[in-house]
């Protein structure tokens, strides 16, 4: 068995819906389970500021260190990685020492209210710290039709959504898709690189 973590922070929830996208792509790869986990925000005891996820448990340190696979998401902020995961990642120091991740694959994903709102910027900045961390890092092949068919989220370098300026977008088809296709190709590379090493 594989274990896939999908760790994301989310303020309106569409970073969620592509999370649990995800899930659904990995989990319907044989030999797989999922955890999906997301992280605090920065200012937990402002009233403005509290997370409107209480569904999902915040992660450990122990699941980033023992998942096979990563998908990682985040709303865009200014065209990079929301405040409160990269506080979380700058706490990862000892599992980096450790190697823990090296040569584990991860995938990322985001969501943004515009439809150029910095969606690929987003995506290349959450691949920073995990190539610091070593892990392999896996996008959307063209082999996907919805990549182009799209006219609102998919990238090749993550799953995206565009919200739209009053977050009141569900996710569209060709969104849905290349998530469970994110899914289905991070599960498959964790099953294959957790094979007997040669």
């Known amino acids: 068995m594989i274990e896939i973590l999908i760790l994301y922070y989310s303020r309106s929830g569409h970073t969620k819906e592509l999370a649990r996208e995800i899930q659904k792509g990995a989990l319907s790869v044989k030999n797989c389970e999922t ?11 402002d009233e403005n500021n509290r997370n409107p996820d209480t569904s999902t448990p915040f992660v450990t340190k122990t699941e980033l260190k023992n998942c096979d696979g ?4 985040s709303p865009t902020r200014f065209g990079t990685i929301a405040a409160p995961m990269k506080v979380f990642f700058e706490q990862t120091s000892d599992i980096w020492l450790s190697g823990n991740l090296i040569d584990k694959p991860a995938v990322v994903f985001t969501s943004t209210s515009s439809l150029h709102g910095g969606q690929e910027a987003t995506l290349l900045s959450m691949t920073v710290p995990l190539l610091h961390h070593g892990m392999i890092i896996l996008g959307i092949p063209y082999s996907h039709n919805a990549l182009m068919d799209t006219k609102t989220g998919g990238t090749p370098y993550g799953a995206s959504h565009q919200a739209g300026s009053d977050n009141a977008n569900s996710l569209s088809i060709e969104e849905k898709i290349t998530a ?9 590379a964790a099953l294959r690189l957790k094979g007997p090493k040669l």
């Open 35 to 45: 955890k999906l986990r997301t992280v605090p925000p920065i200012h937990a005891n």
């Open 70 to 73: 990563l998908a990682l998401g």
């Open 180 to 188: 469970n296709a994110l899914g289905r190709r991070l599960a498959n």
